[in-house]
């Protein structure tokens, strides 16, 4: 750990102004770069860089292979668990025709390499504090003895041995273990399962072979990545060949725009040589000094660079990303510390497992302490808002009525926040236009009318043709208006920031001054990978932004010493139940929607209700929506009762609609590090979800679904088209009433919010109404994990708008730094 003792010895040592300011002559050690070579300076192209990573045809990143670390009888328990999720089986008569069908039900993971790649993610990809325990129960189930500790009789047979371990007893003991798991009274046995599951199924669904296929993908009727991009990619091949033919003229750097986005021109990757670095930071404005190398053994925890700025950023998202454009564009030099790498336009690969691994929190493999609700959050340039769904909503009216009256954070209702809910909507292109709507849109909105249930088009930074359900998985064309296509291409045309991808604050650095009641910040200290090793760097800067996202902003603040008991309570998730309801397509022309159309195409987000919102009472209720859930995804979420149910399921996928409640959740939970997430559903959340899920029910089956369920382990469904209203209302009425909070069914969150929360005091608020903290001066937080309450709905416009106000502050503070 870098301690600020460290630093202040470092920087004295190696600063390139001596004592009182004085110029360091040539005899001294420090090397003060700005006569470097121009060929000496070095950029890796966007996104390419290599640490762990590949990359396949069109040069985008690709997750690398993981090293397996775990022992063989680990990997036996392993592998036999995969293929009790995925069993090699003999297809249904009424299936066994189509090949490819075929193909996928007479193929088990271990055929795929599954497990292979499941171990090493296991062994260095995984972050969670039951890991431990996963690792020792794959261990026992290689024994006799641990196997009928945790499977009971079910591990014995009536033959010698009599005692069998797991990846000895047959198929379908195996199943019937996994399912008494499900159900266990034993909480550590039901999180067993679940995390099995989760990490067997998205492994086997995700993984690519050097075609970019799958084997299964054909089976279950999946594309793999967007057509059109494939198509789009073709294009900026040809165009980068030689031609005879004579292209028209185009803008500077235009071609590099298309193929590397927007960014590019403003990104420094730190892997490059050191002094190619600092002439590539010089050129852009930013005094660096340098460490060298006989200075700086890679073994001290002392800095190799030292670069100075007006304002260092931590993050890239909605929230940092708008801050970094706003005071760049003001005319102050701002550097962005991004710990995800840049992911943009070509750079991207649209495959669900790669881009997850390079664009999400550790890979998208994240949950809770007591693994009761999956966390997706975004890990790249651009955070969450360039992998987000595009919805853009603006903040509710009785949450701004709550924050200003029940919290007394007079800015919600200020002049100054309707302002910045206007800018932020308008640099994002936030419009309500449709021109095609998507699959479980028009499922969620025909149903809704089909009721009576109110509903509306959902506000979107994306444009009304914008017809792509892969925009969780980056944006091909940059017409989602993100971060990275917004406020970050603001710093880099302003010519006065620059963008660090992969690198990861790990403290802020700040001091007592003589005369100042708190310390002051000072600047931050980050880390990155050169040549399989961690380097370590400063920034020094006279104002610092921590916006590293409400799951890691808490970390970071609380390495840095600072002690306010509020960081790191109050989290929010707004968790999310789903349904489901499968369409046939009966290639007739009453199919409904239309054959063509597939679950994972269209608009993520475009109709919402708000039919059990609660809005004109508590405020505190649920909104239903869409998801975007490509094969993985699906493949974790939907029940599993034997490996047989589980294909069946999976050949419906592109046929199956899912609709979801999300919860403003009056619960909260604590996040002190970024791989431990305390969370537990409260009681009042759980039935608003309740509630939702009675309604979900009811929307897919007035939309026209054949058959609806619920993700509950027990797997049951029913066909709505042959079963009496009688047996339709008992199967609402049971399956929606079911416990949420004991593991039996899959809860997801999105979006995290409130671990730094606002407030007008230090008891009880995190930050002040500006965003400052209340121990160190200058250090201010702008991202969700400010928010007093939750939201309610998706919080991308309410955290750019808060960020907006707190970026003002800023100002005002930098400008009064100016004369000083």
Same mark, same amino acid.
């Given at each position: 750990?870098l301690?600020m003792e460290?630093y202040l010895r470092v920087?004295?040592?190696?600063?390139?102004?001596?004592?009182n300011?004085?110029k360091?002559?040539? !005899?001294?050690?420090v090397l003060?770069?700005g +006569?470097?070579?121009?060929?000496e300076?070095k950029?890796?192209?966007p996104g390419?860089?290599?640490?762990?990573? !590949?990359h396949?045809?069109?040069?985008a990143?690709r997750?690398?292979?993981?090293?397996?670390?775990l022992?063989p009888?680990?990997?036996?328990s392993?592998? /036999?668990?995969?293929?009790?999720f995925?069993p090699p %089986?003999?297809?249904?008569?009424?299936v066994?025709?189509?090949e490819?069908i075929a193909?996928?039900?007479?193929?088990?993971a271990?055929m795929?390499g599954?497990p292979?790649?499941l171990?090493?993610l296991?062994s260095?990809?995984?972050?969670?504090?039951k890991?431990?325990?996963?690792?020792?129960?794959?261990? $026992?189930?290689?024994?006799w003895?641990?196997?009928?500790i945790? *499977?009971?009789l079910?591990?014995?047979?009536r033959?010698f041995p009599y005692?069998r371990?797991f990846?000895q007893?047959?198929?379908k003991r195996r199943?019937?273990i996994?399912?008494s798991w499900s159900n266990?009274?034993?909480?550590?046995?039901?999180m067993f399962a679940?995390?099995m599951?989760?990490? #067997? %199924?998205?492994?086997f669904?995700? $993984?690519?072979d050097e075609?970019?296929d799958?084997?299964?993908?054909?089976?279950?009727?999946?594309?793999g990545?967007?057509?059109?991009?494939?198509?789009q990619?073709h294009?900026?091949t040809?165009?980068?060949?030689?031609?005879l033919?004579?292209?028209?003229?185009?803008?500077?750097?235009?071609h590099h725009q298309?193929?590397?986005?927007?960014?590019h021109?403003g990104?420094? =990757?730190m892997?490059s040589?050191r002094?190619a670095?600092a002439n590539?930071?010089?050129?852009?404005g930013?005094?660096?000094?340098v460490?060298?190398l006989?200075?700086?053994?890679?073994?001290?925890p002392f800095?190799s660079l030292?670069i100075?700025?007006?304002?260092?950023?931590?993050?890239?998202?909605?929230?940092g990303? %708008?801050?970094?454009?706003?005071l760049?564009?003001a005319?102050?030099r701002v550097?962005?510390?991004e710990?995800g790498?840049?992911?943009?336009?070509?750079?991207?690969?649209?495959?669900?497992?790669?881009?997850?691994?390079q664009?999400?929190?550790?890979?998208?493999l994240?949950?809770t302490a007591?693994?009761?609700?999956l966390?997706l @959050?975004?890990?790249?340039v651009?955070?969450?808002s360039a992998?987000n769904w595009?919805?853009?909503?603006?903040?509710? =009216?009785h949450v701004i009525?709550e924050?200003?009256?029940?919290?007394g $954070?007079e800015l919600f209702d200020s002049?100054l926040y309707?302002? @910045?809910?206007d800018?932020v909507c308008k640099?994002?292109?936030?419009?309500?236009?449709?021109s095609k709507?998507?699959?479980?849109? #028009?499922v $969620?909105?025909?149903g809704c009318?089909?009721?009576?249930?109110?509903?509306r088009?959902?506000?979107?930074?994306s444009s009304?043709?914008h017809?792509c359900?892969? *925009?969780?998985?980056g944006?091909r064309d940059?017409?989602?208006?993100?971060t990275?296509e917004?406020w970050l291409v603001?710093l880099v !045309?302003s010519?006065?920031g620059a963008i660090l991808?992969g690198? +990861?604050g790990?403290q802020?650095?700040? *001091?007592?001054?003589d005369g100042? +009641?708190?310390n002051?910040?000072t600047?931050? /200290?980050?880390?990155?990978h050169?040549?399989?090793m961690?380097e370590i760097c400063?920034?020094?800067?006279?104002v610092?932004?921590v916006a *590293?996202?409400?799951l890691?902003?808490p970390a970071?603040?609380?390495?840095?010493g600072l002690k306010?008991?509020n960081?790191?309570?109050?989290l929010h998730?707004h968790?999310v139940?789903m349904?489901?309801?499968?369409?046939?397509d009966?290639n007739?022309?009453?199919t409904?929607?239309?054959s063509?159309?597939?679950?994972y195409?269209?608009g993520i987000m475009?109709?919402m209700s708000?039919?059990?919102?609660?809005i004109?009472?508590?405020?505190?209720?649920a909104v239903?929506?869409?998801?975007?859930l490509h094969?993985g995804?699906?493949s974790?979420?939907i029940p599993w009762?034997?490996g047989?149910?589980?294909?069946a399921?999976?050949c419906k996928?592109s046929r199956? @609609?899912?609709?979801?409640?999300l919860?403003?959740?009056?619960?909260?939970?604590?996040v002190?590090s970024?791989?431990?997430i305390?969370?537990?559903?409260?009681?009042v959340d759980?039935?608003?979800l309740?509630?939702?899920?009675?309604?979900l029910?009811r929307i897919? @089956?007035a939309a026209g679904?054949h058959?609806?369920?619920?993700?509950?382990s027990?797997?049951?469904?029913?066909?709505v088209?042959?079963v009496?209203?009688h047996?339709?209302?008992?199967f609402?009425?049971e399956?929606?009433?079911?416990?949420?909070?004991d593991l039996?069914?899959?809860i997801c969150?999105?979006h995290q919010m409130g671990s730094?929360r606002?407030?007008?005091?230090?008891?009880?608020? #995190?930050v002040s109404?500006v965003g400052?903290?209340?121990?160190?001066e200058?250090?201010?937080?702008?991202?969700?994990s400010?928010f007093?309450?939750a939201?309610?709905?998706?919080?991308?416009?309410?955290?750019q708008?808060?960020?907006?106000c707190?970026?003002?502050s800023v100002l +005002?503070v %930098?400008g009064?730094?100016?004369?000083?």
């Amino acid at each position: 750990m870098l301690t600020m003792e460290d630093y202040l010895r470092v920087r004295e040592d190696f600063n390139p102004f001596g004592q009182n300011g004085r110029k360091r002559s040539e !005899d001294d050690t420090v090397l003060e770069l700005g +006569e470097i070579s121009a060929e000496e300076q070095k950029f890796h192209v966007p996104g390419h860089e290599h640490g762990g990573h !590949d990359h396949n045809a069109n040069g985008a990143v690709r997750p690398g292979v993981y090293t397996n670390t775990l022992t063989p009888r680990q990997m036996e328990s392993l592998t /036999a668990l995969c293929n009790t999720f995925l069993p090699p %089986l003999e297809p249904p008569s009424r299936v066994a025709a189509d090949e490819a069908i075929a193909k996928f039900y007479r193929t088990s993971a271990s055929m795929t390499g599954a497990p292979e790649l499941l171990g090493g993610l296991v062994s260095q990809r995984m972050e969670h504090p039951k890991l431990w325990l996963m690792k020792l129960t794959l261990w $026992l189930l290689s024994t006799w003895i641990g196997t009928f500790i945790l *499977c009971g009789l079910k591990s014995m047979s009536r033959e010698f041995p009599y005692f069998r371990s797991f990846p000895q007893l047959p198929l379908k003991r195996r199943e019937e273990i996994i399912m008494s798991w499900s159900n266990s009274g034993i909480i550590q046995l039901r999180m067993f399962a679940r995390a099995m599951k989760l990490l #067997a %199924l998205l492994t086997f669904f995700t $993984l690519v072979d050097e075609k970019d296929d799958n084997p299964s993908w054909k089976a279950i009727g999946y594309c793999g990545p967007d057509p059109e991009f494939k198509k789009q990619l073709h294009r900026l091949t040809q165009s980068s060949s030689p031609s005879l033919i004579p292209s028209p003229p185009q803008p500077p750097h235009a071609h590099h725009q298309d193929l590397f986005g927007p960014l590019h021109p403003g990104l420094i =990757q730190m892997s490059s040589p050191r002094d190619a670095v600092a002439n590539s930071l010089q050129r852009l404005g930013f005094p660096v000094s340098v460490c060298p190398l006989e200075y700086n053994p890679t073994r001290m925890p002392f800095p190799s660079l030292s670069i100075q700025c007006d304002a260092v950023v931590v993050g890239s998202g909605s929230g940092g990303g %708008l801050v970094a454009g706003v005071l760049a564009k003001a005319g102050y030099r701002v550097l962005v510390l991004e710990k995800g790498n840049y992911c943009a336009r070509t750079n991207l690969s649209l495959l669900e497992g790669p881009s997850m691994d390079q664009m999400y929190l550790q890979g998208g493999l994240l949950a809770t302490a007591n693994m009761g609700t999956l966390v997706l @959050a975004g890990s790249t340039v651009g955070g969450g808002s360039a992998v987000n769904w595009s919805a853009s909503i603006r903040t509710p =009216q009785h949450v701004i009525e709550e924050w200003s009256n029940v919290y007394g $954070l007079e800015l919600f209702d200020s002049k100054l926040y309707t302002e @910045a809910l206007d800018v932020v909507c308008k640099r994002m292109g936030v419009q309500s236009e449709i021109s095609k709507e998507g699959f479980h849109n #028009a499922v $969620l909105r025909k149903g809704c009318n089909e009721l009576g249930y109110p509903v509306r088009d959902i506000p979107r930074n994306s444009s009304a043709d914008h017809y792509c359900g892969w *925009c969780c998985l980056g944006c091909r064309d940059g017409r989602k208006k993100g971060t990275l296509e917004t406020w970050l291409v603001d710093l880099v !045309d302003s010519g006065n920031g620059a963008i660090l991808p992969g690198c +990861e604050g790990i403290q802020v650095l700040h *001091c007592r001054k003589d005369g100042w +009641e708190r310390n002051v910040a000072t600047g931050v /200290a980050f880390e990155f990978h050169c040549n399989g090793m961690k380097e370590i760097c400063v920034v020094e800067s006279k104002v610092t932004v921590v916006a *590293c996202g409400s799951l890691s902003t808490p970390a970071l603040l609380l390495r840095s010493g600072l002690k306010n008991p509020n960081i790191g309570r109050n989290l929010h998730l707004h968790p999310v139940a789903m349904a489901w309801g499968h369409f046939p397509d009966s290639n007739s022309l009453e199919t409904w929607p239309e054959s063509e159309q597939k679950s994972y195409e269209g608009g993520i987000m475009t109709a919402m209700s708000t039919v059990v919102g609660n809005i004109e009472t508590s405020g505190y209720g649920a909104v239903i929506q869409t998801p975007a859930l490509h094969p993985g995804m699906f493949s974790v979420l939907i029940p599993w009762v034997s490996g047989m149910d589980f294909k069946a399921r999976m050949c419906k996928f592109s046929r199956t @609609a899912h609709i979801f409640a999300l919860a403003r959740d009056k619960g909260s939970g604590t996040v002190l590090s970024r791989s431990s997430i305390d969370y537990k559903l409260d009681e009042v959340d759980e039935k608003n979800l309740q509630r939702g899920l009675e309604k979900l029910l009811r929307i897919l @089956a007035a939309a026209g679904a054949h058959e609806i369920g619920t993700h509950h382990s027990n797997g049951k469904m029913v066909n709505v088209k042959v079963v009496s209203s009688h047996a339709f209302e008992r199967f609402v009425k049971e399956e929606s009433s079911r416990p949420l909070r004991d593991l039996s069914t899959p809860i997801c969150s999105a979006h995290q919010m409130g671990s730094c929360r606002m407030g007008t005091g230090p008891k009880r608020s #995190a930050v002040s109404p500006v965003g400052e903290t209340w121990e160190v001066e200058g250090l201010y937080v702008a991202d969700a994990s400010v928010f007093p309450t939750a939201l309610g709905v998706n919080p991308m416009v309410t955290c750019q708008a808060i960020a907006y106000c707190t970026a003002q502050s800023v100002l +005002e503070v %930098l400008g009064r730094k100016k004369y000083m």
